[in-house]
Nanobody, 115 residues
Framework: QVYLEESGGGLVQPGGSLRLSCEASGFTFSSYTMGWYRQAPGKERELVASITSDGGTHYKYSVKGRFSVSRDNDENTVSLQMNNLQSEDTAVYFC?????????WGQGTQVTVSS
């Protein structure tokens, strides 16, 4: 059974940093692309960053240079380092993995950027 658990969210001031982590189990982690998504109130869920099985990365344009995604295939974790956070980054952040036609999601972790 696929299980994803995010951690590391919280309240941070504009310009601050947070590091999100996602622990994965129930599948061969090293073989799959992992994604970080976010959903702000009243908005659709959007892809923020992804990392392929061999470490290739992709970022949403607005977070390039501020966010960095990484993975540890020995620990089955994927992380999202978020720097210079802005109010528009406020959202619930989810990690996800696609298996065939189905996408598995974690429960999400809240990130609030506010002074």
């Amino acid at each position: 059974q696929v299980y994803l658990e995010e951690s590391g969210g919280g309240l941070v001031q504009p310009g601050g940093s947070l590091r999100l982590s996602c622990e994965a189990s129930g599948f061969t982690f090293s073989s799959y692309t992992m994604g970080w998504y976010r959903q702000a109130p009243g908005k659709e869920r959007e892809l923020v960053a992804s990392i392929t099985s061999d470490g290739g990365t992709h970022y949403k344009y607005s977070v390039k240079g501020r966010f960095s995604v990484s993975r540890d295939n020995d620990e089955n974790t994927v992380s999202l380092q978020m720097n210079n956070l802005q109010s528009e980054d406020t959202a619930v952040y989810f990690c996800a993995v696609r298996g065939g036609d189905y996408t598995y999601w974690g429960q999400g972790t809240q990130v609030t950027v506010s002074s």
